[in-house]
């Protein structure tokens, strides 16, 4: 038998948070195509294999531009339902018992779709998981930071009525030449309207976007931040203030913004002392779920109690309320492969 067997049958057992995924990502080409033909809605390939079969990146651009390409075939609430549901269902079975999903509300406004369509639908299928399977979680508003920093003021009024519905505000898309200071407003008007802030950066961008993001934008998590790694001073700013990163490892290697796994810079920001989560970005395109995540790091050599303490990580970077994460930090602790 395979030593690392035992260890990859036990991790779907393994309590998760999962902080960091596009729900827009979550779309699988079948769903796809089945939204598509619900709405009357054109994609841009002829079935599910070409869709399929595109998912080739070269970078984070590459496939940007795919992922948008698909977003037109969600319309309606059901549908925004249907896409949350499917993510809530897969993931439970990887162990996913909280989950905060990012949603690219800018793109829907622009497409025509109400922002009351999308937080119900995402809403209810959230209110759903939590009846039938005690998932908790919730939504981040996600600044689609190459579209013009006026329709991010102008999603914000989109959803200001019920501001309660969202537990924070994100910033995410095309990162390089769109800095964290350009959305210092924007994310002072969400910080008052109570949101939590979190941002993409340093992913494919430099480490100065880490510290804008830190520094400029009050964020409590970055998203990826992989390359804080070349910043030893930056590195030291993230452990003195307890700043979690929310990586993607399987992402980083489908977008190259890393050559391969075995040179994932992971294990070098946890031995710097930075709280490391595991996620995985955009599922449905990069080939796997958060459960093929933690599987891709035992094939580079994490071990259980490496793999609990990322879980632990992830509760305790969440937004869960106190109670919940001392509850998910239990189980984590009573894990045994
Ligand atoms: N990995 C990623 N980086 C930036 N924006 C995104 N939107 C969806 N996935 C993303
Ligand atoms: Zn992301």
């Known amino acids: 038998m ?6 990859l049958d036990a991790l779907p057992r393994l309590p998760k948070a999962e902080l960091h995924l596009h729900v827009e990502g979550t779309l699988e080409p079948e769903l796809a195509f089945a939204l598509a033909q619900r709405n009357g809605v054109v994609l841009p390939y002829p079935d599910v294999a070409a869709l399929r079969a ?18 037109p075939v969600l319309r309606t609430a059901e ?17 996913v018992a909280h989950a905060e999903l990012f949603v690219d509300l800018q793109v829907h406004l622009a497409n025509g779709i109400p922002a009351d369509a999308v937080l119900d639908g995402m809403l209810a299928a959230l209110a759903e998981a939590r009846r039938t399977r005690g998932t908790t979680g919730g939504v981040i508003l996600a600044v689609v930071r190459d579209r013009p920093v006026a329709t991010a003021h102008e999603a914000l009024d989109a959803v200001a009525h019920r501001v309660h519905d969202l537990v924070g505000i994100g910033l995410d898309s095309a990162e390089v030449g769109y800095p964290p200071a350009l959305f ?8 008052a309207l109570g949101l939590h ?20 934008l009050g964020v409590e998590r970055v998203d990826h931040g992989i390359r804080a790694v070349e910043d030893p001073t930056l590195l030291a700013l993230l452990v003195e203030r307890g700043i979690p990163l929310t990586v993607c490892p399987l992402s980083n290697v489908r977008l190259r913004a890393v050559p391969d796994l075995a040179s994932h810079p992971i294990r070098a920001l946890l031995d710097a002392g930075v709280a490391v989560t595991v996620n995985s970005d955009d599922p449905a395109y990069f080939g796997g779920y958060v459960g093929a995540n933690y599987a891709a790091l035992v094939q580079v050599g994490f071990t259980a109690p490496e793999l609990a303490r990322l879980a632990a990580a992830s509760v305790r970077a969440s937004f869960a309320d106190d109670a919940r994460k001392a509850e998910l930090l239990a189980q984590v602790d009573a894990w045994a492969v």
């Open 184 to 191: 210092v407003e924007v994310f002072e008007r969400a910080a």
């Open 79 to 95: 549908d925004f339902h249907d896409l949350t549901a499917a993510y809530l269902e897969r993931s439970h079975r990887d162990g």
């Open 54 to 71: 595109a998912y080739d990146f070269g970078d984070l651009q590459s496939f940007l531009d795919l992922y948008y390409a698909c977003m």
């Open 197 to 216: 802030r979190v941002a993409h950066a340093g992913e494919e961008g430099p480490p100065s976007y880490v510290v804008e993001a830190v520094e400029l």
């Open 2 to 7: 395979d030593p690392t067997t035992p260890l």
